[in-house]
């Protein structure tokens, strides 16, 4: 199949809440878009050294689609990251301009960037430059609670997925092949 991308004009997606299938939305943009014959890059901010199901399958797809993992296997302390937490959130973000400006890839997931941005990783001023210099082609998509008022403004399509009951509650953890 042949990706025409004179046709196509990429828009900026947020999936954001506290609901649980935020990057699972993600996935499933990309599944659909290699079924098309489009090229899919994905970085995972904060997320680093888990055998998630994604990037195993990522690997047998490649290199149609690509996960790149960019932070530690431990949660990331928000009133106080971690001087590691902050330099590879600024690494993955160094990698993000450089795929999207490429132009080699028709969809970039910067999967966890609002928590990122929330976190004091990122600046926001520095996600919103990217938004606006992104080529036409390029459909982005931000994954991540608490995006921010400006990033939802510059977003073509934004959907928050809210948590109405989830088993964590019930003390039920992470399963394989579900949550990781």
């Keep these: 199949m042949e990706r025409n991308r004179e046709k196509s004009k990429g828009m900026i997606q947020v ?13 499933g943009l990309a599944m659909r878009a ?19 199901g994604e990037v195993e399958t990522a690997r047998r797809l490649s290199p149609n689609v690509v996960i790149k993992q960019m932070g530690r296997e431990t949660f990331v302390n928000r009133d106080n990251p971690d001087k590691i937490d902050i330099e590879l959130a600024q690494k993955a973000f160094e990698l993000a301009k450089e795929v999207i400006t490429s132009g080699e890839y028709d ?3 910067l999967d966890e960037i ?3 941005v929330d976190y004091g990783l990122i600046s ?3 996600l919103l430059d990217l938004l606006d210099s992104r080529p036409p082609h390029v459909e982005l998509i931000l994954t991540g609670r608490d995006a921010k008022k400006e990033v939802i ?4 399509l934004v959907t928050e997925m809210v948590e109405v009951k989830h088993y964590y ?6 399963r394989k092949g579900i949550e990781v």
Excluded: C, P
Aim: charged share 20%.
């Design 107 to 109: 969809i970039v997931v």
């Design 114 to 116: 609002n928590v990122a």
């Design 169 to 174: 509650g019930e003390g039920i953890h992470s």
């Design 15 to 27: 999936y954001t809440g506290t609901g649980k299938g935020k990057t699972t939305a993600a996935l």
């Design 34 to 52: 290699l079924g098309h014959g489009l090229k899919v890059y994905m970085i995972q901010f904060m997320k680093g050294n888990i055998r998630y």
């Design 124 to 126: 926001l001023e520095t």
């Design 153 to 156: 403004e510059r977003a073509h």
